[in-house]
């Protein structure tokens, strides 16, 4: 299982908006419970979707900035990119049958 590449808000307008495939981007915290359940679930998507999407995750005790920008109030809170546009917000741990229908409709849009 591949796990999601960690970025931050240096690398955040290479890694995400400049991105050809869409995005998702985990928001996480290392003390954060629901982060830890909903990691694993994230790991199993990105290796299914590998070639038609990226996987990348942010820890936002370390990077203020870009949270910041997209009003993250909660995490784990993961955003669907597509050309460099934001598709979709999924909050709080979701089973994984619901984020594959969520990054499906974003996908599509």
Known sequence: MAEPREITD???ETDVVASELPVLVDFW???C???RMVAPVVAELSDEYAGKMNF???NTDENPQVPSRFGIR???T?????SGELKGTIVGFRPKSDL???IDEALSV
């Open 33 to 35: 419970g629901p982060c």
């Open 100 to 102: 594959k229908k969520r």
């Open 74 to 76: 909660s995490i784990p």
């Open 56 to 58: 990348f995750k942010m």
């Open 78 to 82: 993961l955003l669907i990119f597509k």
């Open 10 to 12: 240096q690398s955040f």
């Open 29 to 31: 915290a290392p003390w």
